[in-house]
């Protein structure tokens, strides 16, 4: 599995990058929340440059570190600048707190990414910053589930019995993934375990959207950000690839 969770991470970001490039689409580039404070369709085709070209450039061996780098400087400024504001304007509605966690998984994702790569000099990445800022948005993904229960159950597949435990269930695992990777409990083990956990919930509920409509851009944006996701927890937990269980590196180091 070495290298899935930045093969995963690249190909969505240059996927979405794409697809906010072709369609200019303000609403897949920022949150719902930000109508009204973002308007300028050329930001939204910029951003998607940069996606694009931070994602293709992670693919390839001799430019994969520093696109990782710009990865990880555009989505950080797309937190400081666009996404905590929201959260201090609305500091107790939870999807600010969503919004600006799946945001904050990205930077762990490719700064985890960045600093899991091989360095001839120039600057040192420490992985164990990826992993904390990981384990630091998940306890608002998680709550999400229980919030929007309504909105979260109908996403499970109708094969599958009881949906709305499921649906308490999947966030709680969020949060103990967490918990896990943060205090160093069984740290390899949750960030696994998060990893499998969003890996289906992209093949068994993203994937079947996007082939039942096909031509629906909300889909092809939520399938490419829960890959993202998905390609940030594999990333976290490759890097906790030979820690042992109940010991994590220093954030010093």
């Not at 009881?162 to 103990?176: C, E, M, R, S």
């Not at 696994?192 to 082939?211: D, G, K, Q, R």
Request: some cysteine; overall charge positive; charged content about 10%.
């Amino acid at each position: 599995m070495r290298g899935l969770g930045r093969i995963l991470f690249a190909a969505s970001f240059a996927a979405l990058g794409a697809l906010l490039v072709a369609v200019d689409d303000f609403a897949l580039a920022w949150p719902p929340l930000l109508k009204g404070i973002v308007r300028h369709d050329a930001l939204v085709t910029l951003a998607g440059a940069i996606l694009l070209a931070g994602g293709l450039g992670l693919l390839v061996p001799r430019t994969a570190r520093p696109s990782a780098l710009l990865l990880t400087a555009a989505l950080s400024l797309r937190e400081l600048v666009l996404q905590v504001p929201v959260v201090v304007a609305h500091p107790l509605f939870e999807l600010a707190w969503y919004s600006v966690s799946e945001n904050l998984t990205f930077v762990a994702g490719a700064w985890t990414i960045f600093s899991l790569l091989p360095r001839d000099g120039g600057l040192a990445g420490n992985v164990r910053l990826g992993q904390v800022l990981f384990a630091l948005a998940m306890p608002a993904i998680g709550l999400s589930h229980m919030f929007y229960v309504n909105l979260t159950a109908p996403l499970i597949p109708g094969w599958l019995p009881f949906h709305v435990p499921l649906a308490y269930v999947t966030g709680a695992a969020h949060i103990a993934a967490g918990a896990g990777i943060l205090l160093g409990v069984l740290p390899r083990l949750a960030a696994t375990l998060e990893a499998v956990m969003v890996s289906l919930f992209t093949l068994l509920v993203w994937v079947p959207a996007v082939i039942a409509a096909p031509a629906s851009r909300a889909n092809w944006a939520e399938i490419c950000t829960s890959a993202a996701v998905t390609g940030a927890a594999w990333a976290v937990a490759e890097s906790l690839r030979g820690t042992p269980w109940g010991r994590l590196p220093s954030l010093r180091h």
